[in-house]
Each structure stands twice: as structure tokens, then as C-alpha cells.
Nanobody, 124 residues
């Protein structure tokens, strides 16, 4: 079992920045590829960013490419999502997730463990 706890969400103006953190506990963090997803009201949960176990490779949804950066610190059992140039359409609950796959993956069903989410609201 892996427990995931997100933090860092909040209210920010359009064009601003936020950094989300996700702290893991339980099994060895470096065994898992990690991802960030988000879910806006009335919409499906969608992939945002993913990172391999070592942190050597990352993938992004087209909607956030160039604005968001995923990273991880295996010594601190933490994955981050740096969000810049935020837009109102980025408003959602953001979830981190852990996957036992080797590669970074966009597929929701590849993820085995989920955090409880943190709210990000971007005002126009």
C-alpha cells in the first residue's frame, strides 16, 4: 500500500503560479511511476503529467505542456507539480497517483494508488 497526500492548492489569479506537492508513505516511493490528474466539476478526471520512477522522463497533456513541470525527489518521497501561467480552465481538484508501471503513463487505469486531492482555483 502507498498513501499519498497532496498539498499546495489554493486560489490564484490568472497568470499566476502554484506548486503542488504529494508526499508518499508506505511502500518504497522509487518503485512507482507517478502522475498528476485533475477533475473539474461535471467533467471526467483527466491526465495532467507523469514521471518515471527515476525522474528521468516526463510526459504532459497538451493543455499544460510548456506551463506545468512535474518533478520528484525520491529522497523525500515527494512528487511536485509546478504550475505557471495559470488559466481559469486549470481550475480543478488535482490528484496525485502512483503506478507500478515502469514507464510514465497517461492511462488512468495504470495507476494503483490515489491521493485525496487538492483544490486549485484560478480567478480571471
Amino acid at each position: 500500500q502507498v498513501q499519498l497526500v497532496e498539498s499546495g492548492g489554493g486560489l490564484v489569479q490568472a497568470g499566476g503560479s502554484l506548486r503542488l506537492s504529494c508526499a508518499a508513505s508506505g511502500r518504497t516511493f522509487s518503485y512507482y511511476a507517478m502522475g498528476w490528474f485533475r477533475q473539474a466539476p461535471g467533467k471526467e478526471r483527466e491526465f495532467v503529467a507523469g514521471i518515471t520512477r527515476s525522474g528521468g522522463s516526463t510526459i504532459y497533456a497538451d493543455s499544460v505542456k510548456g506551463r506545468f513541470t512535474i518533478s520528484r525527489d525520491n529522497a523525500k518521497d515527494t512528487v511536485y507539480l509546478q504550475m505557471s501561467s495559470l488559466k481559469p480552465e486549470d481550475t480543478a481538484v488535482y490528484y496525485c497517483a502512483a503506478s507500478r508501471t515502469i514507464r510514465a503513463t497517461m492511462t488512468r487505469s495504470d495507476y494503483d494508488y490515489w491521493g485525496q486531492g487538492t483544490q486549485v482555483t484560478v480567478s480571471s
